[in-house]
C-alpha cells in the first residue's frame, strides 16, 4: 500500500489559542525546516507514490517560505492544501495566489463574539476579509468548522451563512485530544442530517466510523502510517502519527528509505493496534484508509458518494460566485 497523504508540519507556532487544540502551547514554538529540506522531502514523497500534501501547522502562514514551499509541490504536480485561521491571508493573499488547490479559512461561528472566544483571540473580522479577497482573487477556498457537541446551535447558522455566500462549508467532526471530548453520537446524527444541504460537505464515511466506535485494535482499521507520511517541523518521520507519535526518526535527506526502514516497518506492524488506538477517530489519520472501498467495502459507498458532492459543491459554489 503507497501513502496517498502527506501531513506536512511547518511550525508548530500558532498566532491563535484555540481550545479544542493544544499546539500553540509548545514552549518556544520549537525549530522550522529550511526550504531547501521541504525540496528533497518532497522529491522522496513523490518518490513514495503521496499525491497530496497538506502544508500545516500551528499556523501554517506563520513560516516565512509557505509560498516558497507551496510553489516546490506544485512543480513536482503534487496537489497543495493549507488550513488557516486567516489572521494573516490579507497580507500573504498575493503571495499564496494560484499555488494553494484546497485553501480553507476556519469559520467557528457567524457570531463574531463566539468565534473570537473558541479561536482564543480576536480573528473573525479577519476571516470576512480573506473571503472577500479570495473571491476577489479567483481563489479557490472554503470554509471549515471543527465541529463540537456545545455547536447544535450553530451548525444551521453556519449553513445558511455559506448559503448566502455560495461558500463551501466543511465539517470537521471534533475528537478526543489532549483530555476534551470527542464528538456524541447526537452530533454526529446532526451533522449526517446536514449533509444534504447545499454547500455542505461532511464525509459520511467518516461519520459512520464514529458511530461504529471508531477504531477497535482487536479488529483495527487505522492504517495511519501506511496511508500518510507526517512530517514535524524538526524534519523528523513521525510514527504511526502526528497526534500519538510513539517515535520521531530524524529524516536526514533521504525520506523514502527511512518510510521503508526497519524501524518503520515495526510500528507499521502495530498500526491500530497500540492501546491508545482504541476508539481512535482522528480524521488525517483515518481518511487514507477510508477511502480504500476495495479493501474496506463497508465505507466505500459513503465515501465515494461524500467525496463526489464535495467535487460537485466544490464546482457549483465556486461558479456561482463567478457570476
Known amino acids: 500500500m503507497k501513502p496517498l497523504f502527506a501531513n506536512y508540519y511547518l511550525t508548530r507556532r500558532c498566532n491563535a489559542r484555540c481550545r479544542f487544540c493544544d499546539i500553540w502551547k509548545t514552549p518556544g514554538g520549537g525549530s522550522e525546516p529550511k526550504l531547501e529540506e521541504i525540496g528533497v522531502n518532497l522529491d522522496h514523497l513523490k518518490r513514495l507514490g503521496v499525491k497530496i500534501v497538506d502544508f500545516t501547522g500551528g499556523e501554517p502562514l506563520l513560516y516565512p517560505h509557505l509560498a516558497g514551499a507551496l510553489r516546490l509541490a506544485k512543480d513536482k504536480k503534487l496537489f497543495t492544501t493549507v488550513t488557516t485561521n486567516a489572521i494573516l491571508y490579507p497580507d500573504r493573499a498575493a503571495a499564496l495566489q494560484g499555488l494553494v488547490d484546497v485553501l480553507q479559512f476556519s469559520l467557528e461561528s457567524v457570531d463574531e463574539a463566539r468565534h473570537d472566544e473558541i479561536r482564543g483571540v480576536p480573528c473573525y473580522d479577519k476571516v470576512m476579509q480573506s473571503i472577500d479577497i479570495a473571491a476577489r482573487l479567483g481563489q479557490p477556498f472554503s470554509l471549515i468548522k471543527t465541529v463540537v457537541d456545545e455547536d447544535e446551535d ?72 501506511s496511508t500518510t507520511v507526517v512530517i514535524s517541523p524538526e524534519n523528523r518521520l513521525l510514527l504511526p502519527c502526528f497526534h500519538r507519535a510513539v517515535k520521531e526518526l530524524p529524516i536526514g535527506g533521504d525520506l523514502f528509505h527511512l518510510y521503508h526502514s526497519p524501524s518503520t516497518a515495526n510500528i507499521r506492524e502495530k498500526e491500530g493496534r497500540f492501546p491508545f488506538c482504541e476508539g481512535c477517530t482522528i480524521y488525517c489519520s483515518m481518511r487514507g484508509v477510508l477511502y480504500r ?21 466544490r464546482y457549483r459554489s465556486r461558479q456561482k460566485r463567478m457570476r
Not at 452530533?187 to 466510523?209: N, T
Open 154 to 225: 450553530e451548525l444551521r447558522r453556519l449553513v445558511r451563512f455559506a448559503q448566502e455566500r455560495n461558500i463551501l462549508l466543511v465539517f470537521n467532526p471534533g475528537f478526543s485530544y489532549f483530555g476534551n471530548s470527542p464528538i456524541s453520537r447526537k452530533a454526529v446524527l446532526a451533522l449526517r442530517h446536514l449533509w444534504k444541504e447545499k454547500c455542505v460537505a461532511v464525509d459520511l464515511a467518516h461519520l459512520a466510523f464514529i458511530l461504529k466506535g471508531g477504531n477497535k485494535t482487536a479488529t483495527p482499521l487505522c492504517r495511519a502510517l
Open 293 to 313: 472501498p476495495t479493501l474496506f467495502s463497508w465505507y466505500g459507498l459513503p465515501a465515494f458518494v461524500s467525496g463526489a458532492k464535495y467535487v460537485w459543491e
